[in-house]
């Protein structure tokens, strides 16, 4: 009998790539049935998936009642919380550590996807409950590019920042490339301990984002580095003072420690069994964006 995958954010950006992924993979479909979890088994997508004959269950991560009835049986869980909904770490750490809980007493795997505070100490509960698990730690997403360049009144391009225009920022495409990654967590998935995935097709500095842009989508782009509080004052208007300052933070760390703590991408991406988009291709996709 096919072993249980359930899959969390199935209706996201990265949860629906997973999903994708599986599906479409010939070794995975025949192993693996999926279960999607959302809130709401009645939104488009979710009615999209069943169509596809995916199982769809209704469950929140804020309830431990819910999942241990929807973790149950599941041979892997890919666990994805959601900071923006809150826009607060406490009930991120507390959603995964009741997905933990609850795997913990089927006996499951996890697959965990992890970045920053909340996800960090996620991650430590897991690694001490002894499950064994991935933490596939994505890039930046990619689609972050579309508010980070900017169009002036002259037609030209922007990319500021608030650190020196060289810090080394990796980059994923989570709807194209979270399933690739994802897949390589599953098909070398540890029997006992954890593993880190650092999902990102590769470091770009500032620099070479702004030269992929240029040769993609033949607008010219200027790069500037500039101080803190102006570079928040940019994202003021559309985010509250709290998130702009989170924005800038999460930009500053390129630099010191580094995204991944300067950690090497490349035995990730050696795990893969094709490429990830990369940035030159993601702006020629998009390019109608700006
Ligand atoms: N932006 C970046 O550069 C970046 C980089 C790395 C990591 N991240 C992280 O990625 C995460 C967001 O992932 P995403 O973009 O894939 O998500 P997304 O597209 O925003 O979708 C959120 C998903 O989470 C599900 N969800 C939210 N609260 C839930 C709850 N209480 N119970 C069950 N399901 C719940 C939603 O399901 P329903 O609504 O259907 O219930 C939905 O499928 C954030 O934690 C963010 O910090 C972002």
Do not use: C
């Not at 899959?7 to 993979?25: C, H, K, M, P």
């Not at 995975?28 to 004959?53: C, H, M, W, Y």
């Not at 782009?221 to 709290?242: A, D, M, W």
């Amino acid at each position: 009998m096919s072993k249980l995958i359930t899959v969390f954010g199935a209706t996201g950006n990265q949860g629906g790539s997973v999903i994708r992924t599986i599906l479409n993979d010939a070794k995975l479909s025949k192993e693996f049935r999926v279960k999607a979890v959302t809130r709401d088994v009645n939104k488009p997508i979710a009615l999209d998936l069943a169509g596809q004959g995916v199982e769809v269950v209704k469950g929140d991560m804020s309830s431990p009642e819910d999942m241990s009835t929807v973790i149950s049986g599941s041979h892997t869980v890919f666990l994805v919380t959601n900071f923006w909904e809150s826009q607060s770490a406490a009930p991120e750490i507390i959603q995964g550590k009741i997905v933990t809980d609850a795997s913990e007493a089927t006996n499951g795997r996890l697959v965990h996807i992890t970045h920053f505070d909340g996800k960090a100490e996620v991650e430590r509960y897991i690694k001490s409950s002894g499950l064994s698990a991935t933490f596939v730690m994505l890039g930046i997403f990619t689609t972050q590019l579309f508010d980070l360049i900017r169009k002036q009144d002259d037609g030209t391009f922007v990319l500021a920042t608030p650190t020196s225009t060289s810090a080394p920022a990796p980059f994923i495409d989570p709807r194209t490339d979270t399933g690739n990654f994802v897949r390589a967590a599953i098909l070398n998935q540890p029997e006992t301990g954890t593993r880190t995935i650092h999902a990102s097709s590769q470091y770009y500095t500032f620099d070479e984002i702004a030269l992929h842009f240029q040769s993609a989508t033949g607008n010219s782009i200027n790069v500037f580095s500039v101080p803190g509080e102006l570079f928040k004052s940019f994202l003021i208007p559309s985010l509250s003072p709290e998130m702009a300052e989170e924005v800038y933070e999460n930009l500053m760390l390129l630099e010191d420690p580094g995204y991944y703590a300067g950690a090497d991408i490349n035995p990730s991406l050696n795990l893969l069994s094709e490429s990830p988009m990369g940035l030159q291709e993601f702006f020629r996709r998009n390019k109608d964006q700006w």
